[in-house]
């Protein structure tokens, strides 16, 4: 198979070019050039790069290509909510292709899309699908940054697509993905470096463009990563909490043992660039008699004091096989109601894509493999709520 230049940087762009001969003085401008066609436009052909010669056309053909993984299987809920299937090439011959989850979700003021940054994951939080599934491999930044390509390609979003059916006109809304998080399958700070390589590529205000403010990273609490994100990346920061004690949080989040909550929490006082108009997203799962209490949100109230920080209340997302129930309506509102009066933004998050696994906590690559009886259960679920 020909290599993609889809998701290299600028550097490994001017070595592919140097790999054909191009050169040096001339690849500054062709790399600018490819940057423009590859990230900007979307582009799927060399051919289409019109201001690049046919020789070098040519010569690009030969050898690259503009391929990106394979779309195993696409899901659309019925809540407007997209979910591809990510099947990933094999790295070594012999080797076979292991996939990963990408989420798009359309709002009213944006459209969100979550990446994975892993191959499974590392963790085995116990209220996470992801969870069940052992770590593979980390994703290479070029994976990362396809699923964002994937999606624009779907959705139709480069300059002169047709739109996707279900999405915006293109005069509704210029930009169907504003928002990125690295909230899908993986520990992104396990995988520290690929992950701001890709950052920095989707970031970039030539190609992609979407900024920093608008990249949210997630992490279940990798304390010495977590200045070092801020430092490399800028991006905004996430903290899957989920409970107010450490006996608790060491059941749920089986990390917290080795970094516990206090620790955690001083990692996020020190983030760099913390400030009300860069606040904290504190991730908190509502679990039916487990986490949910008034004491609980109090003891939350307690906690963040002097962090400057958002509460996001998710409300649980069942899936097969799981031991916990989804906190009642009127418990959650309880608890976003003694946040919210403590001077804290506690949306609660409406839960989107039930119906496909593609909610919150609920990604996982193998789903395909679900039996009919499970699905039947999980659109059952989905339609009580």
Not at 240 to 268: F, G, M, Q, T
Not at 281 to 307: Q, W
Request: charge should be neutral; include cysteine; aromatic fraction near 6%.
């Amino acid at each position: 198979m020909k290599r993609s230049l889809i998701g290299l940087d600028r550097a490994q762009l001017a070595q592919a070019l140097a790999e054909i001969g191009v050169p040096e003085h001339a690849r500054k401008m062709r790399v600018s050039q490819l940057w423009h066609w590859i990230y900007f436009r979307g582009a799927r052909d060399f051919d289409e790069m019109s201001n690049v010669s046919k020789d070098i056309r040519a010569q690009l053909a030969e050898t690259f290509s503009l391929d990106r993984p394979e779309v195993a299987v696409e899901q659309v809920s019925n809540d407007g909510t997209r979910k591809w299937l990510i099947r990933l090439p094999a790295e070594t011959a012999g080797e076979k292709p292991h996939d990963v989850e990408a989420v798009y979700i359309p709002e009213s003021d944006r459209g969100t899309l979550c990446i994975s940054s892993q191959v499974g994951c590392t963790l085995s939080c116990t209220f996470c699908h992801t969870g069940t599934q052992r770590l593979v491999r980390n994703l290479t930044a070029a994976e990362i940054v396809s699923q964002v390509m994937i999606a624009r390609d779907r959705l139709g979003e480069w300059p002169g697509a047709t739109r996707a059916e279900g999405t915006a006109a293109e005069g509704e809304a210029p930009r169907l993905v504003t928002n990125i998080v690295f909230m899908g399958m993986g520990e992104p700070l396990y995988n520290f470096d690929h992950v701001t390589n890709a950052i920095s590529i989707i970031a970039d205000g030539e190609g992609i463009g979407i900024g920093k403010r608008r990249i949210t990273v997630s992490t279940s609490g990798v304390v010495p990563e977590i200045g070092r994100l801020g430092d490399a990346s800028g991006t905004m920061l996430a903290i899957s909490l989920h409970a107010v004690r450490d006996e608790l949080r060491d059941e749920i989040i089986p990390l917290n043992r080795k970094y516990p909550i206090k620790v955690l929490l001083d990692a996020c006082r020190n983030y760099p660039g913390v400030s009300n108009a860069r606040r904290i997203t504190f991730e908190y799962v509502m679990l039916k008699g487990v986490n949910d209490s008034e004491k609980d949100a109090r003891d939350l109230v307690r906690l963040l004091k002097g962090i400057p920080a958002k509460i996001n209340l998710i409300p649980f997302n069942p899936w097969p096989g799981t031991k916990y129930e989804c906190s009642d309506w009127d418990t959650i509102e309880r608890f976003s109601e003694i946040v919210f009066k403590a001077g804290y933004a506690s949306p609660v998050r409406k839960p989107r894509g039930r119906d496909i696994l593609a909610a919150c906590g609920q990604l996982k690559s193998e789903t395909q493999k679900l039996s009919a009886r499970e699905r039947m259960a999980l659109r059952a679920m989905a339609m009580t709520d």
